[in-house]
């Protein structure tokens, strides 16, 4: 099953991201949870529409990224917090997706972060008192209806019919997906633009 052999191939980097995020620490500080969602937004910005690309292979296997999309909720999260939304400096940090199985190993990635989100926004509200409406949107993921679209990708993943090939281009994805965010969220040398 491809789910299996995504979470199996990609344990070392998901294990990785986790340590050097450290999440909980970062979203009790409001400095450093405003920076943790300029890098995600810097991040998404630039990857959703690499996903879009394959927008109707996916709908065809009926998932609509649209609704998927986290960039609306990041952006309005930093205005709640009188931010502004900002792209990252320097090369490209997103991984290449010129392939549907691409694209499947990095969505793979994405949603399964909304899982993890429902922890983190637990953290958030106890320590700062945001939610979904004033600062805390992207962790809330996609509110009440988080399980049942994570269960609809799963179904999608076990209908997918992928060749070896493919399942490996998939696996390759998403181990990059992870470097990659690993490489945005924790690298201490991206310095994000100050408000004007």
């Not at 065809?60 to 930093?78: K, M, N, P, T, Y």
């Not at 994570?150 to 997918?160: D, P, R, V």
């Not at 090939?165 to 490489?183: D, G, N, P, S, V």
Request: hydrophobic share 40%.
């Amino acid at each position: 099953m491809l789910r299996d052999t995504l979470r199996n191939r990609t344990r070392a980097q998901h294990a990785r991201l986790e340590e050097r995020l450290e999440i909980e620490r970062r979203v009790r500080q409001r400095d450093a949870y405003v920076d943790l969602l300029k890098r995600f937004y810097g991040f998404y910005v630039q990857i959703e529409p690499r996903l879009a690309a394959f927008a109707r292979t996916f709908e065809a296997h009926g998932i609509d990224l649209a609704e998927r999309s986290r960039v609306a909720r990041l952006r309005r999260d930093l205005i709640a917090l009188g931010e502004r939304a900002v792209a990252l400096p320097g090369a490209d940090p997103v991984p290449e997706i010129s392939t549907f199985p691409q694209a499947v190993g990095c969505l793979y990635v994405l949603e399964g972060s909304t899982l993890g989100a429902q922890v983190i926004l637990k953290c958030i509200r106890a320590s700062s008192g945001l939610d979904s409406e004033n600062g805390a949107a992207f962790f809330s993921g996609y509110g009440a209806s988080t399980g049942p679209m994570w269960q609809a990708f799963l179904k999608f993943l076990s209908e997918l019919t992928f060749t070896p090939h493919e399942a490996e281009q998939a696996t390759a994805a998403a181990r990059e997906t992870f470097e990659r965010l690993e490489r945005v969220l924790c690298d201490r040398s991206i310095e994000l633009a100050v408000n004007d």
